[in-house]
């Protein structure tokens, strides 16, 4: 069965609407012999001569007369579907977002988005993922409508990214430690057991190496696989902790932080979405809330 040709129902709605070949030409902004020829084309599709000659004009026959309207509704759904969308209320909208966020950040910014999420679209629900590892699958897969991480040479070329913050690298030890009664020089740092992040498992795959010089050395007498877990031996033990500033905010609570006393990089966290989403314009709207509110929320370290 042959595919028919859509692009007749748009010639046809416009023949029936002006009943002239020649006025149908101009609004097509094609010529008399090509517009003739389209109309031969749909009397064959149809089987029927849909406009006949009458006088010096055309007259629609009882077939053209029962597709009109019809036809018109078409034209004016496609046209419509094919627009851009305008004019979406976020209000009323009822969508589920799915956010696939790296440790501790829905600790330190979930509560600010969801409280402006639910200000704003009250219908909207957030789902969060924790993000074992880089595999940019879930969202080209669409599983995952948005990601927060650091961008690195391993991100799938395709994906959309925009910066939130800026953050940092500090060291994280127990209240009463004995590193929290001064500034820590970068003999007892090193000197110190520490508890890494690995999402290998292997020391030499920490998510904090590519940050710190490459000739520091520690102690590693333990290896987890984020940094609430590392937070909470940290907490309970004389281990220190090496984890982003912001991430941790709320994790690290009642602990002491201090700057790591050798000269570490700084690095940006961004979100990251696939292009199918890029002109969605609720996901527009969802990514302006991240946005807003990891500025928000970043403190002293500012925006990125």
Not at 11 to 28: K, P, Q
Not at 52 to 70: M, S, W, Y
Not at 254 to 261: Q, T
Request: with cysteine; glycine share 8%; proline share 7%.
């Amino acid at each position: 069965m042959s595919t028919p040709d859509l692009n007749l129902l748009f010639a046809l709605d416009v023949l029936l609407a002006e009943g002239s070949v020649a006025t149908a030409a101009r609004r097509l902004r094609l010529s008399p012999s090509a517009m003739s020829r389209t109309l031969a084309r749909l009397r064959e599709t149809t089987g029927d001569p849909l406009l006949v000659r009458a006088g010096r004009g055309l007259v629609a026959t009882p077939r053209a007369i029962a597709l009109q309207p019809q036809v018109s509704q078409i034209v004016k759904e496609a046209a419509a579907l094919l627009a851009p969308l305008e004019g979406l209320d976020i209000a009323t909208l009822a969508r589920t977002f799915t956010l696939r966020t790296s440790d501790g950040f829905v600790e330190c910014f979930g509560p600010g988005l969801i409280a402006k999420v639910s200000a704003e679209a009250p219908n909207v629900r957030l789902n969060f993922l924790q993000k074992p590892d880089k595999d940019s699958g879930p969202l080209r897969e669409g599983r995952v409508d948005l990601e927060t991480g650091v961008v690195d040479a391993s991100l799938g070329p395709e994906l959309r990214t925009q910066a939130l913050f800026l953050d940092r690298l500090i060291g994280v030890v127990r209240a009463g430690h004995p590193l929290a009664n001064g500034e820590v020089t970068a003999k007892q740092y090193a000197a110190a057991r520490h508890v890494i992040v690995s999402r290998s498992g292997f020391e030499a795959d920490a998510v904090d190496r590519p940050f710190l010089p490459e000739d520091l050395t520690r102690q590693v007498a333990s290896v987890v696989g984020g940094f609430a877990v590392a937070l909470s031996l940290a907490r309970t033990s004389d281990l220190v902790a090496t984890v982003p500033e912001r991430h941790s905010e709320i994790l690290r609570e009642g602990m002491f932080s201090f700057p790591i006393p050798a000269d570490t990089k700084p690095f940006t966290v961004a979100m990251l979405w696939h292009p199918r989403l890029d002109a969605d314009a609720a996901h527009r709207w969802l990514r302006g809330c991240v946005r807003e509110v990891c500025l928000s929320t970043a403190g002293s370290s500012g925006p990125a």
